[in-house]
């Protein structure tokens, strides 16, 4: 079963500790900080985008196997989704601004 460790920086020099482990098309992804436990902390999400930056320790080069396990995978699916749903947002928020500049000008004249 592949399974990774990392440590990320944490508060007063005590790290918090991230597993990712895939099993099948199951991927799992866990975090010992306050928004790990039942939210999305962006400790995983940086290890799950790539981003090495805030690993400490010395296995960083290993942040590209966990990328390599992502497609196909239920967080790949759910991923793939947040990000549909961005561009979507996005998209509203353009809208909604051009609504209302259109509106601003229709009661100006
Ligand atoms: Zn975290």
């Known amino acids: 079963m592949p399974e990774l460790f990392f440590q990320v920086q944490g508060p007063q ?3 918090y500790e991230i597993m990712i ?3 099948g098309k199951n ?4 975090c010992t900080c306050s928004a790990g436990v ?3 902390c962006q400790h995983r999400i940086n290890i799950l985008s790539g981003s090495t930056q805030e690993i400490i320790g010395t ?3 290993d942040v590209k196997k966990v990328v390599s396990w992502i497609a196909g995978t239920d967080v790949g699916k759910a991923m793939h989704h947040m990000v549909e749903s961005i561009k979507l947002l996005e998209n ?3 809208d909604f601004n051009s609504a209302r500049k259109r509106l601003v000008k229709a009661l100006k004249d």
């Open 92 to 94: 509203a928020q353009e």
């Open 27 to 30: 991927m799992t992804a866990t």
């Open 21 to 23: 482990r895939k099993i």
């Open 13 to 15: 020099g005590r790290p």
């Open 59 to 61: 296995n960083a080069d």
């Open 38 to 40: 039942d939210d999305i």
